[in-house]
């Protein structure tokens, strides 16, 4: 799911990365919503309330959203530094050392983030950002940009165009890898849902410390990749 990429990547690998991912992400958009009041795992919505108070002549509160910008980009720039680095180091590790970041960060605001609250919120949620950022980048890169999960506009937007070709492709193999793709989509805006439920859920009985979940389910993904690939090491050595 992580360890793989390039040629040994498949489909069922993707669906698995976007299955734990999307949950992820759900979970995050709703309890950093309902904790900070702000949206975090995309900056589409910041952009108008940031040029709203341009044009409002507030230029300290434009100031304020452009962080929130600023620091989703820089996530995305970091967790793609890191997977250059490390990939010229040892390629087979290169995407875990951003998960297991993104994956401290959701367990630090789970643990400290109701303290955090009283004396700042925003801290809360410029680091929710920053997480939701490099996800975004890492899932992008891991997948070759066949899977994202941090948002659903474009998600919808190639749903609309592949559910469209499958009136004008008569090819059986090209249906095939459209209803592929077409089941691929519709799981990621599934568990993007489920995700939101099982945040709201979560928070009405543990506030930010729901985030405990979100950075549990993402080592519980690499801790599984790590036993899968161990065993199949294990098995060819045995087995030959």
């Not at 492709?169 to 459209?178: I, V």
Request: aromatic share 14%.
């Amino acid at each position: 799911m992580f360890l793989h990429k390039g040629k040994s990547r498949t489909n069922a690998h993707n669906l698995s990365l976007a299955s734990l991912l999307s949950l992820v992400a759900g979970l995050v958009n709703v309890v950093g919503f309902f904790s900070v009041a702000v949206l975090t795992t995309n900056v589409t919505g910041h952009f108008a309330f940031m040029v709203k108070e341009v044009f409002d002549l507030k230029y300290t509160a434009a100031l304020h959203v452009f962080l929130y910008v600023l620091m989703f980009f820089l996530g995305a720039f970091f967790s793609n530094f890191l997977v250059e680095k490390i990939y010229r180091l040892r390629e087979s590790r290169m995407y875990v050392i951003p998960t297991l970041i993104e994956a401290g960060i959701l367990l630090c605001l789970g643990i400290w983030g109701e303290a955090l609250l009283d004396y700042s919120p925003d801290l809360i949620a410029l680091l929710l950002l920053f997480a939701m950022g490099m996800q975004n980048s890492l899932v992008t890169t891991i997948s070759n940009s066949v899977v994202r999960t941090t948002h659903l506009t474009g998600l919808f937007t190639d749903l609309g165009i592949e559910c469209s070709q499958l009136f004008f492709y008569s090819d059986l193999k090209k249906k095939a890898q459209l209803y592929r793709s077409i089941r691929l989509r519709l799981i990621i805006i599934l568990m993007f849902f489920l995700g939101g439920i099982l945040g709201g859920v979560l928070f009405s009985y543990l506030g930010i410390g729901s985030l405990l979940v979100g950075g549990i389910l993402l080592i519980f993904g690499l801790v599984r990749d790590l036993f899968k690939v161990q065993h199949a090491l294990y098995r060819r050595k045995r087995y030959g």
